[in-house]
């Protein structure tokens, strides 16, 4: 397995709901994808606005840091296998 | 990657049961447009619940050790597998946001006008995350604890109800008034999806039982127990409000909470119904978000946990954008669900799944016979898994 | 991957090398090691090298003196050994008068002549540096007699301690009145006399680099649960820590996590209750020098239950129970529910009761938040201040507390009469948990609930509490569940959790404790009259 796989599966879900849910709007509110997509991304900034946003954020940075200390704790380990042999 | 076994009781599994299928349907109510014979809707509903269930059990105990995904891979590979499990782990995680909002839109209305909505979700996502980096032993166990508070909480709100004599029980009537089609068509078009149909991400769980022997009758008793759940408080809400009122109300249950007053005391007991509320969405919000978890766990070859804490606040930041406003999640959730994904997932892809293990079963079964020798169907399992 | 290996190989060489280093210089340290340790003491610079050894100790003696035409020096640490029987056995070495003695030629001899004399006391042959000053420190006196290579060391540790008291922290009305104290052999007495039972073990472990405290582990063989044995075991063998001076640096070692407001092993000063919970299937850890004993594992429910409840009738018993645990969950939400129900939810009150509250708030200058927390907070610093205070002032702190803080502050108008009320009540609700570690957990989670009530109304107080369960049910105490009778749910055990059943009645050990043998009680039928001869009954 590679690595940053926590990181690339956030950004693929985030990708995919979008997505999935661009294509709701589209046929309820019959936009085009570009409509449906700007609707979900530019919709009127609030405060709670940035609280989601912020949550989101939160979310990144968790995802990076899991994925390094994966990558940190497979090294070490790696590290303990070569020192056995 | 080595996964850590994960163990639940069958108490554990019907309190979750329960849970999960009042969810958010008791939040937004159920069977409303059979009007007042919606509690003979969602009844005929969990009969069909029970049926389902029993499938979806038959169906996953063929294979004790996998969960859903494995199957799939059983089946057709892994390479198409992970593109179906991510189509699931969409699904999952949609539907959980779907909850999320549904229990959000609830707390900002009628609870805490002044708080935005972003607010509810951003925490309540925070501790499903929490649970679910503890694991689902850890939820199945809180479960397990709030569940008898659950049971007397609505037992409290019926007795309420009857003492401050807003019941009136000439608002059932008339019985079938318009005939048992209504009946039938919101139990085949709406409840089998909603809730019932939802029990689909439970086929994650069955793998971490510890007592497979009674799982069957256990989960037939939950499903059981939540219809009649769901029937006494849709019988509540109409009799203490009135069919017009229900369906006119957003939130119906909190609506019926607020009817209670007794001798100017025990007037407000909106903490209780939103205690229950609360349990269930928690409980179904997490479900699906460890079924979705799963699917990354199944993709990744990663622990569940590392995934909880990022993708709880993706669900927390989808929860705010999958509808503009709650009207338009109301829509989407009664035109586009159901058939665009509920239908789909809960129903085409499971009986397509159903078709390819008979048909592998099948083949497996002939060579052996071929062979010359009767191998039983897990052991058949077992050999294919070696290869 | 199998392409990149080889670089990364090269890059760690260095590494490589310098852990080569590292082993040699293990090495070399092993080698001075084993050199130090075979140092012999030779008989004629013996003063200096022991003295040497001990950097001039003060308390460090040394008798000399002669038996027969033979030198002997009998070395001790003054403060360690008992003066009276340090006598009575020089007498018996050194050459008087009165008495003809036996010649102490080899080893061989020394021994039998310790036979003889000591039958019953502790004695060694000790040999080497190590051994001899190790006998020295544990208030051993040493004897070392001319041209024999190896010495005698006789325990003579000297018996200050206090007497056996009342208990201080775990007091009852009926029951035994004796509690541990800081010596290990006073306190497994105390309990070997409550359970005589030759399956009654103690195993001993030493632990503490500088401090070399012993620590006993006891449970009962054949009831304890052997796995959950083996696990305490090898979590004390873990412990490198240079020093060791109370159960709660134990507790903190051993526990299976750290990260937890809930104590994860109890405390107890009660022989009584070390005794009834080993014949339940649980260990006790005692560790010398302190009153206060380990009992692993412990699950959250033990928290509820003091040794009184067995004492009294079960239905007082039973009764208490549930107010412990009432008081628990009103010390951990009564300000929470205060500020939430405030600030977000006045229609829940009932208007009678929000007219009264509203008018005593009038004219208080803070929202409910910063009085709750403005006297909490004075409450934990009195509280603190009544307890670290000489026993002579502390009278001083109440009357300051309760009159000028309490009275005086709501007459100023800067807090309401309810919140002193809303204090009052929790602080004394706190104070019901029998075990005293327990209660620091609604104590810091009060302040958590507060803070969420103030941001988010009950709904931040209900977030948190689902939290805390949640928590409560992931947690583990050496490998058993901690919330283990209620989740996972047992339905055997629950004769002895929110309420206790008469004693006849509960015939089983704890199921989740895994109990070797799992029968408690013998005898199963409810005690009955005798049937009676003639009554009127017929």
């Given at each position: 397995?590679?690595?940053?796989?926590v990181?690339?599966?956030?950004?693929?879900?985030?990708?995919?709901?979008?997505?999935?849910?661009?294509?709701?709007?589209?046929?309820?509110?019959?936009?085009?994808?570009?409509?449906?997509?700007?609707?979900?991304?530019?919709?009127?900034?609030?405060?709670?606005?940035?609280?989601?946003?912020?949550?989101?954020?939160?979310?990144?940075?968790?995802?990076?840091?899991?994925?390094?200390?994966?990558h940190?704790?497979?090294?070490?380990?790696?590290?303990?296998?070569?020192?056995?042999? | 990657?080595?996964?850590?076994?994960?163990?639940?009781?069958?108490?554990?599994?019907?309190?979750?049961?329960?849970?999960?299928?009042?969810?958010?349907?008791?939040?937004?109510?159920?069977?409303?447009?059979?009007?007042?014979?919606?509690?003979?809707?969602?009844?005929?509903?969990?009969?069909?619940?029970?049926?389902?269930?029993?499938?979806?059990?038959?169906?996953?105990?063929?294979?004790?050790?996998?969960?859903?995904?494995?199957?799939?891979?059983?089946?057709?590979g892994?390479?198409?597998?992970?593109?179906?499990?991510?189509?699931?782990?969409?699904?999952?995680?949609?539907?959980?946001?779907?909850?999320?909002?549904d229990?959000?839109?609830?707390?900002?209305?009628?609870?805490?006008?002044?708080?935005?909505?972003?607010?509810?979700?951003?925490?309540?996502?925070?501790?499903?995350?929490?649970?679910?980096?503890?694991?689902?032993?850890?939820?199945?166990?809180?479960?397990?604890?709030?569940?008898?508070?659950?049971?007397?909480?609505?037992?409290?709100?019926?007795?309420?109800?009857?003492?401050s004599?807003?019941?009136?029980?000439?608002?059932?009537?008339?019985?079938?008034?318009?005939?048992?089609?209504?009946?039938?068509?919101?139990?085949?078009?709406?409840?089998?999806?909603?809730?019932?149909?939802?029990i689909?991400?439970?086929?994650?769980?069955?793998?971490?039982?510890?007592?497979?022997?009674?799982?069957?009758?256990?989960?037939?008793?939950?499903?059981?127990?939540?219809?009649?759940?769901?029937?006494?408080?849709?019988?509540?809400?109409?009799?203490?409000?009135?069919?017009?009122s229900?369906?006119?109300?957003?939130?119906?249950?909190?609506?019926?909470?607020?009817?209670v007053?007794?001798?100017?005391?025990?007037?407000?007991?909106?903490?209780?119904?939103?205690?229950?509320?609360?349990l269930?969405?928690?409980?179904?919000?997490?479900?699906?978000?460890?079924?979705?978890?799963?699917?990354?766990?199944?993709?990744?070859?990663?622990?569940?946990?590392?995934?909880?804490?990022?993708?709880?606040?993706?669900?927390?930041?989808?929860?705010?954008?999958?509808?503009?406003?709650?009207?338009?999640?109301?829509?989407?959730?009664?035109?586009?669900?159901?058939?665009?994904?509920?239908?789909?997932?809960?129903?085409?892809?499971?009986?397509?799944?159903?078709?390819?293990?008979?048909?592998?079963?099948w083949?497996?079964?002939?060579?052996?016979?071929?062979?010359?020798?009767?191998?039983?169907?897990?052991?058949?399992?077992?050999?294919?898994?070696?290869? | 991957m199998?392409?990149?290996?080889?670089?990364?190989?090269?890059?760690?060489k260095?590494?490589?090398?310098?852990?080569?280093?590292?082993?040699?210089?293990?090495?070399?340290?092993?080698?001075?090691?084993?050199?130090?340790?075979?140092?012999?003491?030779?008989?004629?610079?013996?003063?200096?090298?022991?003295?040497?050894?001990?950097?001039?100790?003060?308390?460090?003696?040394?008798?000399?003196?002669?038996?027969?035409?033979?030198?002997?020096?009998?070395?001790?640490?003054?403060?360690?050994?008992?003066?009276?029987?340090?006598?009575?056995?020089?007498?018996?070495?050194?050459?008087?008068?009165?008495?003809?003695?036996?010649?102490?030629?080899?080893?061989?001899?020394?021994?039998?002549?310790?036979?003889?004399?000591?039958?019953?006391a502790?004695?060694?042959?000790?040999?080497?540096?190590?051994?001899?000053?190790?006998?020295?420190i544990?208030?051993?006196?040493?004897?070392?007699?001319?041209?024999?290579?190896?010495?005698?060391?006789?325990?003579?540790?000297?018996?200050?301690?206090?007497?056996?008291?009342?208990p201080?922290s775990?007091t009852?009305?009926?029951?035994?009145?004796?509690?541990?104290?800081?010596?290990?052999?006073?306190?497994?007495?105390?309990?070997?006399?409550?359970?005589?039972?030759?399956?009654?073990?103690?195993?001993?472990?030493?632990?503490?680099?500088?401090?070399?405290?012993?620590?006993?582990?006891?449970?009962?063989?054949?009831?304890?649960?052997?796995?959950?044995v083996?696990?305490?075991?090898?979590?004390?063998?873990?412990?490198?820590?240079?020093?060791?001076?109370?159960?709660?640096?134990?507790?903190?070692?051993i526990?299976?996590?750290?990260?937890?407001?809930?104590?994860?092993a109890?405390?107890?000063?009660?022989?009584?209750?070390?005794?009834?919970?080993?014949?339940?299937g649980?260990?006790?850890?005692?560790?010398?020098?302190?009153?206060?004993?380990?009992?692993?594992?412990?699950?959250?429910?033990?928290?509820?239950?003091?040794?009184?409840?067995?004492?009294?009738?079960?239905?007082?018993?039973?009764?208490?129970?549930?107010?412990?645990?009432?008081?628990?969950?009103?010390?951990?939400?009564?300000?929470?529910?205060?500020?939430?129900?405030?600030?977000?939810?006045?229609?829940?009150?009932?208007t009678?009761?929000?007219?009264?509250?509203?008018?005593?708030?009038?004219?208080?200058?803070?929202?409910?938040?910063?009085?709750?927390?403005?006297?909490?907070?004075?409450?934990?610093?009195?509280?603190?201040?009544?307890?670290?205070?000489?026993?002579?002032?502390?009278?001083?702190?109440?009357?300051?507390?309760?009159?000028?803080?309490?009275?005086?502050?709501?007459?100023?108008?800067?807090?309401?009469?309810?919140?002193?009320?809303?204090?009052?009540?929790t602080?004394?609700?706190?104070?019901?948990?029998?075990?005293?570690?327990?209660?620091?957990?609604?104590?810091?989670?009060?302040?958590?609930?507060?803070?969420?009530?103030?941001?988010?109304?009950?709904?931040?107080?209900?977030?948190v509490?689902?939290?805390?369960?949640?928590h409560?049910?992931?947690?583990?105490?050496?490998?058993?569940?901690?919330?283990?009778?209620?989740?996972?749910?047992?339905?055997?055990?629950?004769?002895?959790?929110?309420?206790?059943?008469?004693?006849?009645?509960?015939?089983?050990?704890?199921?989740?404790?895994?109990?070797?043998s799992?029968?408690?009680?013998?005898?199963?039928?409810?005690?009955?009259?005798?049937?009676?001869?003639?009554?009127?009954?017929?």
């Amino acid at each position: 397995m590679g690595f940053y796989m926590v990181t690339l599966a956030f950004f693929l879900l985030i990708t995919l709901l979008t997505i999935l849910i661009a294509l709701f709007d589209m046929s309820l509110f019959e936009f085009s994808f570009f409509e449906a997509m700007i609707n979900i991304l530019f919709s009127e900034i609030a405060i709670g606005r940035y609280i989601a946003l912020f949550g989101a954020a939160l979310g990144l940075i968790s995802s990076v840091m899991i994925d390094v200390r994966i990558h940190r704790t497979k090294k070490d380990s790696n590290d303990n296998e070569r020192k056995k042999e | 990657m080595k996964m850590e076994k994960e163990n639940i009781s069958l108490s554990q599994l019907l309190t979750l049961l329960i849970n999960f299928l009042l969810g958010s349907a008791i939040v937004v109510g159920v069977g409303g447009s059979a009007k007042n014979d919606a509690w003979l809707a969602i009844l005929l509903g969990g009969l069909i619940g029970i049926v389902i269930i029993t499938l979806n059990h038959f169906f996953i105990l063929r294979f004790p050790d996998k969960n859903m995904f494995q199957v799939f891979e059983f089946c057709i590979g892994r390479k198409i597998t992970i593109v179906f499990t991510f189509m699931y782990i969409v699904y999952f995680l949609y539907i959980s946001c779907r909850v999320i909002r549904d229990f959000g839109e609830l707390m900002a209305t009628a609870i805490l006008p002044n708080t935005p909505i972003e607010m509810m979700s951003l925490t309540f996502c925070l501790l499903m995350g929490y649970i679910m980096y503890l694991g689902i032993e850890v939820l199945a166990r809180t479960s397990e604890i709030f569940t008898p508070y659950l049971f007397g909480f609505l037992l409290l709100l019926a007795i309420f109800l009857f003492a401050s004599g807003s019941v009136e029980f000439e608002q059932v009537q008339p019985i079938l008034g318009e005939g048992i089609m209504p009946v039938i068509k919101t139990a085949f078009t709406e409840l089998v999806f909603f809730p019932f149909g939802e029990i689909i991400a439970f086929s994650v769980v069955y793998t971490s039982l510890t007592n497979k022997k009674y799982s069957l009758r256990v989960s037939i008793l939950g499903v059981g127990l939540a219809t009649f759940l769901l029937c006494g408080s849709s019988l509540l809400m109409i009799v203490s409000l009135g069919v017009d009122s229900v369906s006119r109300s957003n939130f119906p249950l909190l609506s019926t909470a607020r009817v209670v007053s007794i001798g100017n005391f025990i007037e407000r007991i909106d903490a209780f119904v939103v205690f229950i509320i609360m349990l269930g969405v928690f409980i179904k919000g997490s479900m699906f978000f460890y079924a979705g978890l799963k699917g990354l766990e199944y993709i990744f070859n990663l622990p569940y946990r590392y995934f909880a804490f990022p993708v709880s606040m993706i669900i927390s930041l989808f929860s705010i954008l999958v509808s503009v406003d709650f009207a338009d999640h109301i829509q989407e959730g009664i035109k586009l669900v159901p058939y665009y994904l509920h239908f789909p997932f809960q129903v085409v892809f499971p009986f397509i799944l159903f078709l390819l293990v008979m048909w592998k079963q099948w083949k497996g079964k002939s060579k052996g016979e071929e062979h010359g020798s009767k191998k039983t169907n897990s052991q058949i399992i077992k050999e294919t898994n070696k290869t | 991957m199998a392409q990149r290996k080889p670089i990364r190989r090269l890059l760690k060489k260095p590494i490589k090398l310098e852990d080569k280093l590292k082993n040699t210089d293990k090495l070399s340290g092993q080698i001075q090691e084993q050199e130090k340790e075979s140092v012999e003491f030779s008989f004629n610079e013996l003063h200096s090298q022991v003295a040497n050894a001990f950097g001039n100790s003060a308390d460090l003696k040394f008798i000399e003196g002669k038996r027969d035409e033979r030198n002997i020096i009998i070395v001790f640490l003054e403060s360690m050994v008992d003066a009276t029987s340090l006598k009575e056995t020089t007498s018996k070495f050194l050459s008087s008068i009165s008495q003809k003695l036996q010649p102490l030629n080899n080893v061989d001899e020394l021994s039998s002549f310790c036979k003889e004399v000591f039958g019953g006391a502790s004695y060694k042959i000790v040999n080497g540096s190590d051994e001899t000053i190790n006998a020295i420190i544990n208030g051993s006196i040493v004897i070392f007699v001319e041209c024999i290579d190896k010495a005698l060391a006789i325990n003579m540790m000297n018996g200050e301690k206090r007497s056996v008291a009342e208990p201080t922290s775990q007091t009852v009305i009926r029951g035994p009145k004796d509690s541990f104290i800081e010596s290990i052999s006073t306190n497994v007495s105390l309990i070997r006399r409550r359970i005589r039972n030759k399956n009654l073990h103690f195993e001993q472990y030493t632990i503490g680099e500088d401090t070399q405290t012993s620590v006993y582990l006891g449970f009962i063989k054949g009831i304890a649960n052997e796995a959950i044995v083996q696990e305490v075991r090898n979590r004390l063998k873990k412990i490198k820590v240079s020093a060791i001076f109370e159960s709660g640096n134990i507790e903190e070692l051993i526990a299976d996590k750290t990260f937890t407001l809930f104590p994860l092993a109890l405390n107890t000063e009660r022989p009584d209750s070390v005794a009834a919970n080993l014949i339940e299937g649980k260990m006790v850890i005692l560790i010398d020098g302190t009153p206060f004993a380990l009992i692993v594992p412990a699950v959250f429910v033990n928290f509820f239950e003091s040794p009184e409840d067995y004492y009294q009738s079960f239905f007082l018993g039973s009764f208490l129970r549930m107010i412990r645990y009432l008081s628990f969950m009103i010390a951990l939400l009564t300000p929470s529910l205060y500020v939430g129900v405030l600030t977000y939810h006045h229609e829940l009150l009932p208007t009678t009761l929000l007219l009264s509250v509203i008018a005593q708030r009038e004219g208080i200058p803070f929202p409910a938040v910063v009085e709750v927390l403005v006297m909490e907070l004075t409450f934990e610093i009195l509280r603190e201040a009544g307890v670290r205070m000489p026993r002579v002032v502390g009278q001083m702190v109440s009357i300051v507390g309760a009159l000028v803080i309490g009275q005086a502050a709501a007459e100023a108008g800067i807090i309401s009469n309810i919140m002193i009320i809303i204090v009052s009540i929790t602080a004394i609700a706190n104070f019901v948990s029998p075990i005293y570690s327990f209660a620091t957990a609604s104590r810091l989670l009060r302040f958590l609930l507060i803070l969420f009530a103030a941001i988010l109304g009950l709904y931040g107080v209900l977030i948190v509490l689902v939290a805390m369960v949640a928590h409560l049910s992931s947690l583990r105490s050496f490998g058993v569940p901690y919330l283990a009778p209620i989740a996972p749910f047992i339905i055997e055990d629950q004769k002895d959790v929110f309420v206790r059943f008469p004693f006849w009645t509960m015939k089983k050990r704890p199921k989740y404790l895994r109990a070797e043998s799992e029968k408690k009680v013998f005898t199963s039928s409810p005690p009955s009259p005798p049937p009676m001869k003639g009554g009127n009954t017929s």
